[in-house]
């Protein structure tokens, strides 16, 4: 048994803001993928996860009174006792979706009277269905928006205008050909861990001046990232991109690890690169934005880069 593929996800923009009705988006990231499996020798990380799969379905059993998803529990729970694990390339801890990978394939395989991908996709499903994924996949955050798994069950880019106004997005096509922009992924060599960062916003959102910030700067400056980004206007996207990286550095420090605090800051003095937050921060990968690719490469020779966007 093999189910089909679910992909890795990245929030370009709108982390921690989406909270607060900020616009937001979020791509899919084919380079990892996982799949629902059964193995005749199953090895450490597939007994690891398969036990994760019984914990996780005594959680989604606490949730059905809520009636808004129902499963063949029957089914799972064979498929379970068989063996079944998540077989998965998605780093956890990353920010780059690996909870909401296997929240997608559980839905897809097991959801009775399910919305399925090839409906017409009206606002009220897709919000229902984020809905569905925020309740599924808070059993690994505490609390979750459900726009990984939706993002990875629709592999689509989606655009979130506020919590109750999503719809499936076009980007602008990219042909690598004279294009030395890009949108690139550094490995922080750390494991993030989603909780305690958001344990840490709430704390700060008590503040009225962070909550200000928030409205008058942080949720101000990734919208205009995100019409820049969806219009193809490079140039403004790029000063704004600098602000909200200037910003992030500035009011959310406990989220970039300590070692990074100067590499933030050298993008934003020099201009190879803009850092900001991929998810959730702590960790993990943290999104760079650059003009220059092969500047940016040089400057930071020192770390794994990976591509995920060219402009």
Not at 118 to 141: P, Q, V
Not at 154 to 170: Q, R, V, W
Request: charged letters at 25%.
């Amino acid at each position: 048994m093999k189910g089909p593929l679910f992909y890795s996800k990245i929030l370009l923009f709108g982390e921690y803001g989406i909270i607060k009705d900020s616009k937001g988006l979020s791509i899919p990231y084919n380079f990892f993928k996982g799949a629902l499996k059964v193995s005749d020798q199953p090895n450490e990380e597939a007994i690891q996860s398969n036990n994760n799969l019984k914990s996780f379905v005594d959680y989604l059993k606490s949730i059905e009174d809520q009636k808004i998803v129902t499963f063949d529990f029957d089914k799972l729970n064979a498929d379970i006792d068989a063996g079944m694990y998540f077989d998965s390339s998605i780093p956890q801890g990353y920010g780059v979706g690996s909870s909401g990978a296997l929240v997608a394939a559980i839905y897809d395989k097991y959801a009775t009277e399910k919305i399925t991908v090839l409906e017409n996709l009206t606002r009220d499903k897709l919000i229902k269905l984020k809905e569905i994924f925020g309740l599924m996949e808070s059993f690994f955050h505490g609390s979750s928006s459900g726009l990984d798994p939706l993002n990875s069950y629709l592999s689509l880019p989606i655009l979130i205008h506020s919590k109750d106004n999503i719809e499936p997005a076009g980007i602008p096509s990219q042909s690598v050909e004279n294009k030395k922009g890009a949108v690139f992924l550094l490995d922080s060599g750390i494991v993030g861990e989603t909780a305690p960062m958001v344990s840490i916003f709430m704390e700060s959102m008590k503040q009225e001046g962070f909550r200000n910030m928030l409205k008058d700067q942080f949720v101000k400056y990734t919208d205009a990232c995100v019409e820049d980004f969806l219009k193809g206007d490079v140039k403004s996207l790029f000063s704004n991109i600098k602000v909200l990286s200037h910003v992030v550095l500035d009011n959310f420090k406990p989220m970039i690890p300590k070692q990074f605090h100067k590499l933030w800051k050298k993008g934003i003095e020099t201009n190879d690169y803009y850092l900001k937050l991929c998810g959730s921060g702590g960790g993990g990968y943290i999104l760079g934005f650059t003009q220059d690719f092969d500047k940016a490469q040089a400057s930071l020779k020192d770390y794994k880069l990976e591509v995920v966007y060219n402009f």
